[in-house]
T-cell receptor
Framework: DVKVTQSSRYLVKRTGEKVFLECVQDMDHENMFWYRQDPGLGLRLIYFSYDVKMKEKGDIPEGYSVSREKKERFSLILESASTNQTSMYLC??????????FGPGTRLTVT | QQQVKQSPQSLIVQKGGISIINCAYENTAFDYFPWYQQFPGKGPALLIAIRPDVSEKKEGRFTISFNKSAKQFSLHIMDSQPGDSATYFCAASNYGGATNKLIFGTGTLLAVQP
């Protein structure tokens, strides 16, 4: 069974804090993705990575950065959290040619 | 050109009825069209997918209909059950691209009433 795990299910942070969201996959997938999910807006791609140390901006990268030092781990970083970054964050991974697998999500609240 | 438009935003269906969710795309390079199902508190999971070489794909009660000329595809849930209540996302991508990414619709919240 493919497993994509995210470090926290729920997270509450204060405005201005640096926030790290971690994602780990156990299936040696090349591609990894970070999305945010907001009501009425669907899944919006923040960043993705198709190889170790490689990253590409998605549709809404502003205010975020990522790190992929090992193939199985993809981190999303909020350099200075703001209230408009309160959202559900979903990590996903995919082998080069087949279906995409999602983690359970991290619900982040920034106060 | 990269958008996938999904409708309706929400849907209420009686148990045993047919649920229909529609999606439309613009990019003719798209050649992989999956549907994802998401239950509350969970990440989305692949439900069924279609490539454009066929006009229909059926898996149990779930059917994708694909109209290449109209650039539209839809999900039909036959004999809808309360356990089908979830959010459904359509998506599209260029399957052959090594770094292809899925473009998602905005989601449909389905409620099946007992």
């Amino acid at each position: 069974d493919v497993k994509v795990t995210q470090s926290s299910r729920y997270l509450v942070k204060r405005t201005g804090e640096k926030v790290f969201l971690e994602c780990v996959q156990d299936m040696d997938h090349e591609n990894m993705f970070w999305y945010r999910q907001d009501p009425g807006l669907g899944l919006r791609l923040i960043y993705f990575s198709y190889d170790v140390k490689m990253k590409e901006k998605g549709d809404i990268p502003e205010g975020y950065s990522v790190s992929r030092e090992k193939k199985e781990r993809f981190s999303l970083i909020l350099e200075s959290a703001s209230t408009n970054q309160t959202s559900m964050y979903l990590c996903a991974s995919r082998p080069r040619w087949t279906e995409q697998y999602f983690g359970p999500g991290t619900r982040l609240t920034v106060t | 050109q990269q958008q996938v438009k999904q409708s309706p935003q929400s849907l209420i269906v009686q148990k045993g009825g047919i649920s229909i969710i529609n999606c439309a795309y613009e990019n003719t390079a798209f050649d992989y069209f999956p549907w994802y199902q998401q239950f509350p508190g969970k990440g989305p999971a692949l439900l069924i997918a279609i490539r454009p070489d066929v006009s229909e794909k059926k898996e149990g009660r779930f059917t994708i209909s694909f109209n290449k000329s109209a650039k539209q595809f839809s999900l039909h849930i036959m004999d809808s059950q309360p356990g089908d209540s979830a959010t459904y996302f359509c998506a599209a991508s260029n399957y052959g691209g090594a770094t292809n990414k899925l473009i998602f619709g905005t989601g449909t919240l389905l409620a099946v009433q007992p």
